[in-house]
């Protein structure tokens, strides 16, 4: 039996990667992305899907492209990779930017995994949300991402109690950076958002945008391979007994647990000399 999975985000990135590995393993792939993606290449067992998370129609109509797809065996998987990450101090982010993020990192794979569930109920199948370090230790000017990110684990916390009874998995794959073009591409989007503030708020975070430029170029430069993360990925998909959370790197994995174990203010302080940050006095 050919196992059905679908992915979000499939077209770049963390995504594209585990698409093309999920095709070399024989799994039939239902990659989504948006309209202006690069494509994928083709392949016997792959179908191609557009989808906007921030569109309430587009995820209606991919839901029912993907249970004509699915119907004869069900979906096996789902995998919400899907993201964005627009940097800002948040005194300087748009109520418009926030709700952006959070309809796509959140609400949008909310509203997929409502659609999809008598299927992969059918299939008795998986659900693997992909999460990020952020969304256990946020992190300064990353704030909408860290906030989308928060929730998205709730999310998945609350979906696998839930849903767990009825025989359908949830998992989340969190990670640091990642040698990805969103990863190699952050710090230079700082940078275009730092030459864009007023005088004003030029002196109220230059210390910021500066130090945390100069920690994500560093971040980029020992990002762990996207192969290690794709290896996680297929693990808590495929595991027999998967776990509830799955974290990629050790770096990742100290620091979220500096931050459950160590009190805030310790833990604050841990935080800005990890990123090198140096407030002024």
Known sequence: MTRT????????????????????EGWQVIAAGLPADPPLPAAPQL???????????????????ITALTQAQGLHGLINNAGINQPAAL???????????????????????????PD????????VNVSSL????????????SMSKHALEALTDILRLELEPQGITVASVAMGAVSTP?????????EEGHAQLTDEMRRRYDWLYAGMQRALTQQARQAVPVERVVGVILKALTAAKPEPRYTVDTPAR?????????PDRVADAILRRALGLKPPR
């Open 47 to 65: 179908d191609h899907l557009q989808l906007d998370l921030s569109d309430a129609a587009s995820i209606t109509a991919a839901a029912e492209r």
């Open 5 to 24: 999975v679908c992915i979000t985000g499939a077209t770049s990135g963390i995504g594209r990667a585990t698409t093309l590995r999920l095709l070399d």
């Open 91 to 117: 005194e300087l982010l748009s109520t418009k930017a926030l709700r952006q993020h959070f309809e796509v990192n959140v609400i949008g794979h909310h509203a997929l995994i409502q659609a999809l569930l």
């Open 254 to 262: 100290g620091l979220m647990l500096m931050r459950r174990l160590a």
């Open 182 to 190: 969103m990863t190699d591409g952050i710090a230079a989007t700082i």
């Open 120 to 127: 992969l109920r059918q299939a008795h199948g998986r659900i």
């Open 134 to 145: 952020m969304g256990r230790v946020p992190m300064p000017l990353l704030g909408a991402y």
